[in-house]
C-alpha cells in the first residue's frame, strides 16, 4: 500500500475486490459499449465465452492473478483504477497491426486503461493512478513500461473519451515519447526500476531525564532529536522516503535526512572543531539545498549510513570540550552552548516538517 497526497495507492485483488466492483457498478461496468470492465485488453481466450458476464469475466480474472491494476481510495472508496500487466496478459490493444510492425523491442508490462469516478475529474486522481501502477510494477521488480495516450496537442476533449490519459500527463510522470499510433495516440515508455527492498530500521529513543546538569540536558535533548528524526522515518522504504507529498515543495524524509547530516558535519566538525573536510551534498547545479534536489531512493540505506556516522563523529568533536569554549570568524563569534541550542531548535523545526509527511505519506502519526 502507498499513498499519494490525499488518497491510498492499492493494488487489486480479492481484498480490494468489492470496492472494486462497487465503483465499476456506479459506472455500469465503464469501458467500452454497454461495459467491458476492463476486459477488453485481455486475450479471447479469456474473455470469450458469450455465457459469462463481463463483471464474472473479471472478477475471475483477479481472483486466478491474471488481472492488474492500482486502485486510487478516497477513504474506502475507489475513485479511479489503472489497469497494467504484462503483453502477454494485455494483448489487446487498439491500432495493433500499426503498433507490431513498428515495434523494436517489446515491454515488460503496458498500461492500457485508466478510468476516473465521474465526481473525481479533473483534480488530478488520474495521475495518482499512474502513479501507482508505476510503483506496483517497480515493487515487481520493474522494467520497460509502456503507455498508450492520447496525443491531443492541446486540444479539449471528453474525459470520457480519454480513457488512457494524456501524453503530457505521461511526460510529467517520466515517460518518454517513443512513436505514434494511430489518428491520436503515440506510445510512451518508461524505464522502471525495482524498489528498494531496504526498510529504514527502528529506533530506539529515551526520553531526556527531568533533572540533570546543564551538558547532561542539552546532550539528552538533542540525541532524542536525532533519534526522532529516525523513528519518523521508521519502516519506510527508500521509494517512500524519497517521496515528496506536498508537490510544491522538495521536502522529504531522505531528503531531510541528508540535510541533518550536512548540518552535523558543517557545525560540529568543520565551524566548531574546525576539521578539515568537505561538506556533504554539495552542488553547484543545486546551492541551496542539493541534500533535496538530489535524494535518491536507491542511495537512502547509504545515506542513513552516512547520517549515523556524522552524529557519532559530531559527538566525539564536543568530547571533553567546555560549553563555554568560542568559535566563529570574523564576522560572529558563538559558543558551544548556543551550538547545542542551535541545533537542537534546528531537529525540533525539521522534525514538525517528518511528521507531516510520515501522516501524508501513511498516515502515521504520534511524537
Given at each position: ?64 492473478g ?39 523491442s ?5 498500461v ?19 502513479d ?48 505514434p ?35 547532561a ?36 524524509l ?114
Amino acid at each position: 500500500m502507498s499513498a499519494s497526497g490525499q488518497y491510498t495507492i492499492r493494488p487489486l485483488g480479492a481484498d480490494t475486490w468489492d470496492a472494486y466492483a462497487q465503483m465499476l457498478d456506479k459506472h455500469h461496468g465503464a469501458g467500452f459499449g454497454s461495459g467491458c470492465w476492463c476486459t477488453w485488453f485481455h486475450p479471447r481466450s479469456e474473455t470469450g465465452d458469450s455465457a459469462e458476464s463481463g463483471r464474472a469475466c473479471k472478477e475471475r480474472l483477479v481472483r486466478e492473478g491474471k488481472a492488474h491494476a492500482a486502485l486510487v481510495f478516497d477513504g474506502d472508496v475507489v475513485v479511479a483504477w489503472c489497469q497494467f500487466g504484462t503483453p502477454e496478459e494485455l494483448p489487446g490493444i487498439h491500432h495493433r497491426k500499426e503498433y507490431e510492425a513498428n515495434l523494436v523491442s517489446p515491454p515488460d508490462y503496458r498500461v492500457t486503461c485508466i478510468f476516473v469516478d465521474r465526481n473525481y475529474r479533473r483534480e488530478g486522481v488520474a495521475r495518482a493512478a499512474l502513479d501507482g501502477a508505476v510503483d506496483l510494477i517497480a515493487e515487481a521488480g520493474g522494467g520497460v513500461v509502456e503507455g498508450y495516450p492520447h496525443d491531443t496537442a492541446g486540444k479539449k476533449f471528453s474525459a470520457t473519451f480519454l480513457y488512457n490519459g494524456t501524453r503530457g500527463m505521461y511526460e510529467k510522470a517520466g515517460f518518454s515519447y517513443d512513436r505514434p499510433k494511430g489518428k491520436n495516440n503515440c506510445v510512451m515508455r518508461k524505464a522502471v526500476p525495482a524498489a528498494s527492498t531496504w526498510i529504514a530500521p527502528a529506533a530506539e529513543r529515551p526520553d531526556p531525564p527531568y533533572l540533570a546538569d546543564e551538558r547532561a540536558r542539552l546532550d539528552s535533548w538533542l540525541d532524542f532529536h536525532r533519534a526522532t528524526l529516525l523513528h519518523k522515518c521508521a519502516g519506510l522504504t527508500g521509494d517512500q522516503l524519497a517521496e515528496r507529498p506536498v508537490s510544491s515543495s522538495e521536502l522529504s524524509l531522505l531528503g531531510l535526512v541528508r540535510h541533518m547530516a550536512a548540518n552535523e558535519r558543517i557545525w560540529f566538525r568543520i565551524r566548531f572543531a574546525r576539521e578539515d573536510v568537505d561538506g556533504l551534498y554539495e552542488s553547484p547545479d543545486h546551492r541551496e539545498g542539493a541534500e533535496f534536489a538530489l535524494a535518491d531512493p536507491a542511495a537512502a540505506q547509504t545515506d542513513f549510513a552516512t547520517y549515523r556516522a556524522e552524529v557519532a563523529l559530531a559527538r566525539a568533536a564536543v568530547q571533553g570540550r567546555q560549553l563555554d569554549e568560542r568559535f566563529g570568524d570574523e564576522h560572529v563569534t558563538a559558543d558551544l552552548r548556543w551550538l547545542y541550542a542551535h541545533m537542537i531548535g534546528e531537529y525540533a523545526r525539521h522534525n514538525g516538517h517528518a511528521d507531516m509527511i510520515r501522516e501524508l505519506l501513511d498516515g502515521t502519526t504520534g511524537r
